[in-house]
């Protein structure tokens, strides 16, 4: 009954490789995010969408695409993967994605490995 | 910029001491803050958030003071336990409320 999961929970793949990373929520959210965790330990938002609607997109390569098929899911593909994308990707949501007034729950996150 | 936390510093605490984790941030116009914990191995978890119209706001066993004068927020934590090892983050929504800005955590560990 986890409330919002993320597969694979480890990825180790080689450089130029194309990888995805599924992240889905159980519930019932209509905002979810995807952060990035580098290796000491900064946390920054990458995206966020909210009812399949893209609604941030920092400034991140061209490289990694968000898509989100259902509100319940939003999976993230990299092209191209270079070793600077080694890093723990969160996935996350909230109800409405008014975060002065509720709470974001997050994933156990992907631990991404580029060799 | 946006800039809220401080570089990654290490808090080590005995077992039934209080700890305290500090964080400044840049925004003066914030006035939404919010504590997460980070266990290992795990996602960032809500603990306690506090608005700028609050000084201080209380939960079980964690107090957030708020000094909007100097920019600083500090987490305390009552009678630690070794279940409370782990990174904090402060972070920050921004102004438009639909974005969470992390500070970039201290990490606590309790020695029992």
């Known amino acids: 009954d986890t409330a919002v999961s993320q597969t694979p929970k480890y990825l180790v793949t080689q450089m130029g490789n194309d990888k995805s990373i599924k992240c889905e929520q159980n519930?019932?959210?209509?905002?979810m995010y995807w952060y990035k965790q580098d290796s000491k330990k900064f946390l920054k938002i990458m995206f966020s969408y909210n009812n399949k609607e893209l609604i941030i997109n920092e400034t991140v390569p061209n490289r990694f695409s968000p898509k989100s098929p259902d509100k319940a899911h939003l999976n993230l593909h990299i092209n191209s993967l270079e070793l600077g994308d080694s890093a723990v990707y969160f996935c996350?949501?909230?109800?409405?994605?008014?975060?002065?007034?509720?709470?974001?729950?997050f994933g156990p996150g992907t631990r991404l490995l580029v060799l | 910029g946006e800039s809220v936390g401080l570089h990654l510093p290490t808090l080590s605490v005995q077992e039934g001491d209080n700890s305290i984790i500090n964080c400044a941030y840049s925004n003066s116009a914030s006035d939404y803050f919010i504590w997460y914990k980070q266990e290992s191995g795990k996602g960032p978890q809500f603990i306690i958030d506090i608005r700028s119209n609050m000084d201080k706001r209380q939960g079980q066993r964690v107090t957030v003071l708020l000094n909007k004068t100097v920019k600083h927020l500090s987490l305390q934590i009552a009678a630690t336990q070794p279940g409370d090892s782990a990174v904090y983050f402060c972070?920050?929504?921004?102004?438009?409320?639909?974005?969470?800005?992390f500070g970039a955590g201290t990490r606590l560990f309790v020695k029992a």
């Open positions: 996350a949501s909230s109800p409405s994605g008014n975060l002065r007034s509720e709470t974001q729950y």
């Open positions: 519930l019932g959210h209509d905002t």
């Open positions: 972070a920050e929504i921004n102004t438009g409320g639909f974005k969470t800005i």
